[in-house]
C-alpha cells in the first residue's frame, strides 16, 4: 500500500472514531442506552464476522477438497495413460527385435 494511500486510511479512520466521539457525547439518550446500543451493534457486528468467517472457511475446506480430488483423478489419468504408452512402447520394440532377428537369422544362412 502506497503513503499517499497509509494516510488516507489514517484519516479516513480518525475522522469516523472523531464522529463517533461526539456521536456519543451528544446523543440523546442516557448514557446507559447509549452503552447497551453500542454492545448490541458490537454484538451484531461480531456474530455477523463470525458468520462470514465460517461461510468463508466452509467454502475454502470446499474448494480445498475439489481441487484435492480433481488433482487426484488428474493423477490417476496420467499413470493410465502412462500404462497404456509403456505397453505401446514395449510392443513397437517386441516388433522391431522380432524383425531384427528375422534380418539377423538372414545373415546367418
Do not use: H
Not at 26 to 34: E, I, Y
Amino acid at each position: 500500500m502506497s503513503s499517499k494511500s497509509e494516510n488516507s486510511l489514517l484519516a479516513l479512520l480518525a475522522g469516523a472514531a472523531i464522529g463517533v466521539g461526539f456521536g456519543i457525547l451528544f446523543a440523546p439518550d442516557k448514557g446507559s442506552k447509549t452503552r447497551e446500543k453500542l454492545k448490541d451493534g458490537f454484538d451484531d457486528f461480531k456474530e455477523e464476522a463470525k458468520s462470514k468467517w465460517n461461510a468463508l472457511e466452509e467454502e475454502t475446506k470446499e474448494n480445498f477438497s475439489k481441487t484435492k480430488e480433481d488433482l487426484k483423478e488428474t493423477l490417476e489419468d496420467l499413470l493410465s495413460n502412462s500404462s497404456y504408452k509403456a505397453e505401446e512402447a514395449i510392443s513397437f520394440l517386441e516388433e522391431k527385435l522380432a524383425e531384427l532377428k528375422a534380418q539377423n537369422a538372414k545373415f546367418q544362412k
